[in-house]
């Protein structure tokens, strides 16, 4: 036996032996057993919990998420037990690749990139070229179920996550010998190490105890470019092919992304194509970033055609239709309906390279063309020309009498906006002038605005738009006292010498006249109750003057153009009003309330006869 030196109580000093505490002769006690068995079966029973905290099944049974509470050691979970999750894995790792990797893949520095994810249900690899265009393509080079790689896992999928996550259960412990040596032999058989063919590993699940050996030993055989952490490309949950989709959409453009578009040369009318750029070489977006383009399109010679809208990589290297080949590749196709000669402004999205959409009206977007056209056969069906169409006159006369202010303002604001609709579809230049003439009645006593005697305000000879929208500010309604006929024949008296002059020189030009009024004209002799002109001006005769000019006339009247028919005498003058109506509007009418001054601006627009089909595109500028 051996002593303990004075003042070191406890401790022998040759053999440094402790010699206070339950003395232990060689073997455990039964408590010592149950005390070691407690922890193990405790420290076992935590680190099943946290397998299924981690692989989503909170313990509540299979009502819960599955059947992994069946197989945790020590039964289901109890309160607060499930909330036993593991890290979220390295903070150091990068969520997305660095700009030089895609750099190199995309100007052809390496051949192609390889993704490498071994997520809880599939080993993946991902391969990623780039075309002749720069667009990333990438294809499934190898997606494997982990029990056909590891045989020794449940064939249930909820369980064999359970055993990737580390979780040993009432199962039979995986062998991670075993495990490391299937893996190691997938790896090289799916993703070998080779010179051009940099890998990338994706690492979205670090915490799983399988995963993160798979993870080594990927790392130690494949040697990758780059680790990505758990925010990389996708929300979770979205597969391999969807984060490696987003992923490269931070790639550069290598060519411009550029819209397909018709023109039409303004001297000749010959068709040709114009390529917009929407996205130019070298743009590349942030991580979950897009870009935005406008654009102002046409629309050709037919109203509401369906064009396409194809959007290339690079620019057609073609000058004409029929010459060359067709050159960049189409990268999507939209279609959208445009009125005749109208602009329309789309809006275009990119995505990623490759990757452009159209924006439809409320944000929405428009599906994509499921069929691709072939686009030499595209560019053949252009027309080989549009017609230049002739020179449109337009003249308008006004009734600036009325029961009151609003309805006479309400002719004028129609006539300024269909003036301004002219300009809009036709140009202000050579191919469109107009004319308006304004007209008040008879009686000094119902005009209140002009001075005595004043009845016609000055005509405008047709010109340049601008020019009549600026007279049209200047004139003020006046209250009328009789609701039968108003001053109009003496309009289109004071109309004939500007409509019906003859053109100048070997000029094409289609004039119309458009009488916009609430009362018909007065005939030149008393007809019954209705009043006759007072200069004896007759309004057949003027209408064959203008008619036999080839000037159209159309009408645009109101709803109610006189007493309403009831005695005899009534009645007659409602017949004259009829007849009246009718003969003026021979060549067209048009409703208030029901035809916008837009409606009546595209009526009144000339045809434009094409020399061929007519055109798919939509057009780069306008046809004026």
Known sequence: MCAAPEGEEGWCSGCRWQMYGDLVLGELTEKDKSRAAAALQAAGRAWDLRAAALCGDGGGGPEAGGGISTVVRGGPPGPGEDARRAPAGPADLPPTLPDEILDD?????????????????????IKV??????????????????RSVVPALDRRPDIRRFQLAGGIGELSPVSRGEFDAAVLHWLTASAPASPGRPVVLLTRHSGWTLLDRAAATARATCAPQAELGRGSGAAAGTTTVQAVRELLR?????????????????????????SHVLFPAGARLRPGGSATATVTVHGGTTDNASVLLPVLAGAPAVGHPGSGGPGGAVLSVRRTALGALEPARLTFVLQGPGEVGLVGPGGSPQQEERTVPDLPALLRGLPR??????????????????????????????????????ARNHGTGKGLRTGVIGHYDHSIHENGYAPRGVLLMPPV????????????????????????????????QGLVPLAAAPARGDEAVRRIVLIVARRPPAPPRQHGMVPPCPLGADWRIELDRL?????????????????????????????????????????GSFRPGTDSAADVARAMGPPRPSDGPPCPLAFATPLH
């Open 547 to 587: 008619r036999g000019a080839d000037v159209q006339v159309m009408t645009r009247a109101d709803p109610a153009t006189g007493s309403p028919p009831g005695e005899h005498a009534r009645a007659a003058v409602r017949r004259y009003e009829d007849a009246a109506w009718a003969a003026l509007s021979r060549d």
């Open 105 to 125: 893949l995309i100007f052809g520095r390496v051949k192609e990139l390889r993704f490498l994810e071994l997520t809880p249900d599939h080993m993946n690899v």
């Open 385 to 422: 020309r549009i017609v230049r169409p002739p020179l449109l006159e337009v003249f308008c006369t006004v009734e600036l009498s009325g029961a009151n202010d609003a309805e006479t303002e309400e002719r004028l604001a129609f006539v300024r906006d269909l003036i301004t609709a002219l």
């Open 129 to 146: 070229h780039a075309d002749e265009n720069g667009i990333p393509r990438h294809m499934d080079a190898g997606c494997t179920e982990w």
């Open 461 to 492: 000879p047709a010109g340049p738009a601008e020019q009549a929208l600026a007279v049209l500010k200047t004139w003020r309604p006046a209250r009328r006292r009789q609701d039968t006929v108003s001053s109009l024949e003496d309009a289109l």
């Open 250 to 274: 931070t790639a550069p453009l290598l060519v411009d992304h550029t819209l397909l578009l018709a023109r039409a040369d303004r001297r000749t009318g010959a068709v040709d194509v114009q």
